[in-house]
């Protein structure tokens, strides 16, 4: 973690904002699990934070804490363009080209807000003011977490941001199968049972 990245960030967060985070399309378990954990930590920090999903995403994913005020884009443009027109910062998690959330994309790209990358896929596209790209971590949800405890806040990690990041890192792990894999992420992973993820 760069630590010029994380003091630049927290200038940011400072002062109260208005946020709009924003997960790929077709969002998986990373994705939101990525974007409604840091809608909480941005909440608890005193933040206006609201999810725009660029489309809507598996019911098997409705369960998860902070779904029910998700704003889906392409059900409501209309609020979603309210949302990005009075964005102070636009966060982009899980995805690295604005490519991944089709005309979304165009109106971020247009978008005057403050602009941050939370990702863990290769070869990122330079369309944000602030990139945390970090291809060595299994899952955005690690890198989440990690951002969390970069800034001294663990302690806004509560029973739903747990769940939120445990889902995530469990998903895009493969069932903690895949290569990317580490003992760290097993170290994160016990952190988050003990804030009260329900493994």
């Known amino acids: 973690m760069i630590e010029a990245q994380l003091h630049e960030l927290t200038q940011w967060l400072e002062v109260p904002s208005k946020m709009v985070i924003i997960p790929h399309k077709s969002p998986d378990g990373d994705a939101m699990g990525s974007t409604l954990a840091w809608q909480n ?15 809507s995403y598996p019911a098997f994913l409705h369960w998860m804490p902070g779904h029910k005020n998700v704003v889906i884009y392409e059900d409501d443009e209309e609020k979603g363009n309210k949302l990005l027109d009075e964005a102070d910062y636009i966060f982009t998690l899980d ?36 990139m945390f790209s970090e291809p060595t971590f299994g899952s955005t949800c690690e890198l989440v977490y990690e951002i969390i405890k970069g800034l001294n806040k663990t302690y806004f990690i509560n029973k739903d941001v747990a769940t939120c990041i445990y889902t995530g890192i469990l998903t895009d792990t493969g ?4 290569p990317s894999v580490t003992a760290n992420t097993h170290k994160v992973v016990a952190d988050l049972i003990e804030s009260g993820a329900n493994h």
């Open 41 to 55: 930590v941005m909440q608890q920090f005193g933040h206006t934070a609201s999810v725009l999903s660029p489309n």
């Open 95 to 130: 995805f690295n080209t604005l490519k991944r959330i089709d005309n979304l994309g165009e109106r971020v790209a247009q978008s005057m807000a403050k602009k941050i990358m939370i990702d863990h896929h290769q070869e990122p596209d330079n369309y944000a003011d602030l």
């Open 175 to 178: 069932s903690f199968r895949f």
